[in-house]
């Protein structure tokens, strides 16, 4: 399979805290992109990453990409209540988009 | 408002039946994709098109249909439903990719399937 795995499965932290997700993939990919989705809803485009950038910036997130390790990272600086919700990781690989299975994060206040 | 817009909502089917989930956007976008989201896992890839008339199979084709006679909509055609094709359906879609690189993709808010 070519889907992204995420790390840690779940992740529970304080308002204002950091959280980090982690994300491995299998071969060589053209991007990676990261998506939000609320519960029960559709998803929505975080941000994306090209195979030749190593790290980027949105707002109170951070992304990184390794490509020789396969793994990226979404850092979510400041977090907050609204933060609360599934993260997938999707590497894109020629016109395909595959998705993991995800971190949940819970954000208390 | 434009977006991608999926129909119906809600659905049950029986075991055997047909179907059709319509998806429909406004934004001109060349690529569209259906997925399928099953409890505790992530989005599975059915069907993709990178345009009208070009479709190709993804990750779980299997018992599905898709065709894309025009650049607003991409349906996906339950042949004949089966318990297993419970789930949560996703339909998105983006524009080609251009000389800055690659778009994110516009998700729909998904259609719940139960077959019974």
């Known amino acids: 399979s070519q889907q992204g795995e995420e790390d840690p499965q779940a992740l529970s932290i304080q308002e204002g805290e950091n959280a980090t997700m982690n994300c491995s993939y299998k071969?060589?990919?053209?991007?990676l992109q990261w998506y939000r989705q609320n519960s029960g809803r559709g998803l929505v485009h975080l941000i994306l990453?090209?195979?030749?950038?190593r790290e980027k910036h949105s707002g109170r997130l951070r992304v990184t990409l390794d490509t020789s390790k396969k793994s990226s990272s979404l850092l979510i600086t400041a977090s907050r209540a609204a933060d609360t919700a599934s993260y997938f990781c999707?590497?894109?690989?020629?016109?395909?988009?595959?998705f993991g299975a995800g971190t949940i994060l819970r954000v208390k206040s | 408002n434009a977006g991608v817009t999926q129909t119906p909502k809600f659905q049950v089917l029986k075991t055997g039946q047909s179907m059709t989930l319509q998806c429909a956007q406004d934004?001109?976008?060349?690529?569209m994709s259906w997925y399928r989201q099953d409890p505790g896992m992530g989005l599975r890839l059915i069907h993709y098109?990178?345009?009208?008339?070009?479709?190709d199979q993804g990750e779980v084709p299997n018992g599905y249909n898709v065709s894309r006679s025009t650049t607003e909509d991409f349906p996906l055609r339950l042949l004949s439903a089966a318990p297993s094709q419970t789930s949560v359906y996703f339909c998105?879609?983006?524009?080609?990719?251009?000389?800055?690189?690659?778009?994110?993709?516009?998700f729909g808010s998904g259609t719940r399937l139960t077959v019974v």
């Open positions: 998105a879609s983006r524009r080609r990719p251009g000389p800055t690189g690659y778009y994110g993709y516009t």
């Open positions: 999707a590497p894109e690989y020629g016109n395909k988009l595959v």
């Open positions: 071969t060589s990919i053209n991007n």
């Open positions: 990453i090209r195979s030749n950038e």
């Open positions: 098109s990178v345009g009208a008339g070009i479709t």
């Open positions: 934004m001109n976008h060349e690529y």
